[in-house]
């Protein structure tokens, strides 16, 4: 599978922002897919994930009361739904996919082994 990822930008503190991942390829519906995101001289971190099959969610601690990850089979696209943006936001993004990936390891980066070009979001304050 190949994924896109897309919808980054420059917003201000406090502005909502959605970003997409569509992915190309058959059997869209036996990935799980996630979102991570590097700031600038940081690691990258897990955000978000949505399970293939149950579209079970999981989220880290510092982005689950602001954002939203959702998927749309149809479209072949999982969604990241982020609000109440704040200057430390500031990241690439990237969205990953893993093939039937087990519950345990959905907030796990190296069990991702299909990766986005990854989306550039800027928070201004």
């Known amino acids: 599978v190949q994924l896109q990822a897309s919808g980054g930008g420059l917003v201000q503190a406090g502005a909502s922002r959605r970003l997409s991942c569509l992915a190309s390829?058959?059997?869209?519906?036996?990935?799980?897919v996630a979102w991570f995101r590097q700031g600038p001289g940081k690691e990258r971190e897990f955000l978000a994930a949505v399970r293939y099959g149950t579209s079970r969610l999981y989220y880290s601690d510092s982005v689950k009361d602001r954002f939203i990850v959702f998927r749309d089979n149809a479209k072949s696209t999982v969604y990241l739904q982020m609000d109440s943006l704040q200057p430390e936001d500031t990241a690439i993004y990237y969205c990953?996919?893993?093939?039937?990936?087990?519950?345990?390891?959905?907030?796990?980066?190296?069990?991702?082994?299909?990766w986005g070009q990854g989306t550039q979001v800027t928070v201004s304050s």
């Open positions: 390829g058959r059997a869209f519906n036996s990935y799980s």
């Open positions: 990953a996919a893993a093939s039937s990936l087990d519950d345990d390891y959905q907030t796990t980066e190296c069990y991702y082994n299909f």
